[in-house]
Nanobody, 124 residues
Framework: QVQLVESGGGLVQAGGSLRLSCAAS????????MAWFRQAPGNEREFVAA????????YYADSEKGRFTISRDNAKNTMYLQMNSLKPEDTAVYYC?????????????????WGQGTQVTVSS
């Protein structure tokens, strides 16, 4: 069983940057692809970015392209999300998610384990 713990959220002004981390426990971390999702109050959880098992393939939601960078370090069992040029509409709880198999997907139900989330608030 893999447990995921996010960190790095906080309050930042519009135009600023944050780096989220997702630390995993358990040997299965490197077995599958991983992703970041986010959920704002009153909204459904939405896809942000995904990364393959090796880290060689990444995929972003259109609104994050060019601003966010997803990466992972399998030796450290950690995934990251570098967020630049943040906007107030990026405000949400950010969740990391993992799968037991490789393959990029934006569908929440295809992820087997989730973190508890970290709050990101961007002020205007």
């Amino acid at each position: 069983q893999v447990q995921l713990v996010e960190s790095g959220g906080g309050l930042v002004q519009a135009g600023g940057s944050l780096r989220l981390s997702c630390a995993a426990s358990g040997p299965a971390f490197s077995s599958g692809s991983m992703a970041w999702f986010r959920q704002a109050p009153g909204n459904e959880r939405e896809f942000v970015a995904a990364i393959s098992r090796s880290g060689g393939t990444t995929y972003y939601a259109d609104s994050e392209k060019g601003r966010f960078t997803i990466s992972r370090d399998n030796a450290k069992n950690t995934m990251y999300l570098q967020m630049n040029s943040l906007k107030p509409e990026d405000t949400a709880v950010y969740y990391c998610a993992g799968r037991t198999i490789d393959g990029i997907t934006t569908t929440t139900s295809r992820y087997n384990y989730w973190g508890q989330g970290t709050q990101v608030t961007v002020s205007s």
